[in-house]
C-alpha cells in the first residue's frame, strides 16, 4: 500500500488548512492512521490518529481543540482539518497506517509500518 498526502502550503497565523491522505488499496477495520509532524532539527511527533473501523480519534496536547481528524471510508483517505494554525505548527506533516487499531501504542513512530511523503505546512507570524 501507498500513501500519498497533501494539502500544505503557506498559511498566517490563525489560518486554517485542510491535509489529505489518500491510501492507494483498501483500510482494513483493525488498522489505525495517523498523522505525524516533523519541524526542523526536531524528532518525529505524533499529531492525531483515527481508528479506521469504529473511527475513535486521538490528539496530542498542543492540537488539541484546533486540529480534528476524520476519514472517509469510501474513499480510503483520512484527513487533518487544522484550524488557528500558530507557527508552532510548522513541520512537515506525515501519514502513516498502523497495523492494529491499539490505542496504547498510539504516539510511537515505530508501531507504524507505512508512511506518506510528507507535506509541508508553514504557519507565518
Known amino acids: 500500500v501507498q500513501l500519498q498526502a497533501s494539502g500544505g502550503g503557506l498559511v498566517q497565523a490563525g489560518g486554517s488548512l485542510r491535509l489529505s491522505c489518500a491510501a492507494s488499496?483498501?483500510?482494513?477495520?483493525?488498522?489505525?492512521m495517523g498523522w505525524f509532524r516533523q519541524a526542523p532539527g526536531k524528532e518525529r511527533e505524533f499529531v492525531s490518529a483515527?481508528?479506521?473501523?469504529?473511527?475513535?480519534?486521538v490528539y496530542a496536547d498542543s492540537v488539541k481543540g484546533r486540529f480534528t481528524v476524520s476519514r472517509d471510508y469510501a474513499k480510503s483517505t483520512i484527513y487533518l482539518q487544522m484550524n488557528s494554525l500558530k507557527p508552532e505548527d510548522t513541520a512537515v506533516y506525515y501519514c502513516?497506517?498502523?497495523?492494529?487499531?491499539?490505542?496504547?501504542?498510539?504516539?510511537?513512530?515505530?508501531?507504524?509500518?507505512?508512511w506518506g511523503q510528507g507535506t509541508q505546512v508553514t504557519v507565518l507570524q
Open positions: 488499496e483498501r483500510i482494513f477495520n483493525y488498522y489505525l
Open positions: 502513516a497506517r498502523k497495523s492494529d487499531d491499539s490505542i496504547a501504542t498510539v504516539t510511537s513512530a515505530r508501531r507504524y509500518d507505512v
Open positions: 483515527i481508528t479506521w473501523g469504529a473511527g475513535n480519534t
